[in-house]
């Protein structure tokens, strides 16, 4: 025998069965492609089960912990800036939209007062159309279906005035001759 394998002869004639590195044994690779298998499923079954439980924790903890919306006062202008009659546009941090217009007939020789603003919203609340001041007209107009509001808010022609959707009215302050206005404020992750 000149060539050497894995088996020996010696003189009983017995082979020795030597180590085989080339391959492992069938049994034992079925075992470790078993033990992945089941390795895998389990991490997959665990990751599921966490993504589920963890988005039905979220949405049950908005639905039962729903912080509440604060006012907040924020600065709009001058008071004194404001013309008797005119209206100047005013946007929220949070994107909320309104109108102040001061009235028409407020004395200019006295210290101005909350009572001679209104502040509406310039949103219709027949479709969200932008609403706007017309002096001219001494209302307010929505160019989208011909929405007419009066100086108070009160929807008085078109489909607002139809459906009874005034603008919203948002409260007011003057301190030291600077005019706020109350909004709706949320803290940074409230929806």
């Not at 298998?37 to 049950?60: I, N, Q």
């Not at 729903?66 to 949070?94: C, H, K, M, Y």
């Not at 001494?138 to 808010?153: K, L, M, T």
């Not at 009160?154 to 206005?181: V, W």
Request: aromatic share 10%; net charge negative; glycine share 10%.
């Amino acid at each position: 025998m000149n060539e050497r394998s894995n088996t020996e002869s010696t003189g009983d004639s017995e082979p020795l069965i030597g180590p085989n590195t080339s391959e492992p044994s069938p049994a034992s690779s079925a075992d470790d492609g078993a033990s992945r298998r089941s390795l895998l499923a389990s991490a997959l079954m665990a990751g599921g089960l966490a993504g589920g439980y963890g988005t039905f924790f979220a949405m049950a903890g908005r639905y039962f912990y729903r912080p509440g919306t604060n006012d907040a006062w924020l600065f709009v202008t001058s008071a004194d800036s404001v013309p008797p009659g005119q209206s100047i546009p005013f946007e929220s941090p949070s994107g909320l939209r309104v109108t102040v217009t001061r009235e028409a007939d407020a004395d200019v020789t006295k210290p101005s007062t909350a009572e001679q603003f209104l502040a509406l919203s310039s949103v219709c609340p027949h479709l969200g159309c932008q609403v706007h001041w017309e002096p001219h007209n001494n209302r307010y107009f929505c160019p989208c279906h011909n929405g007419v509001f009066d100086p108070s808010g009160k929807a008085i022609e078109g489909p607002p005035a139809a459906d009874g959707q005034n603008l919203f009215q948002y409260p007011l302050k003057i301190e030291t001759g600077s005019l706020y206005i109350a909004m709706p404020f949320r803290a940074v992750g409230q929806s």
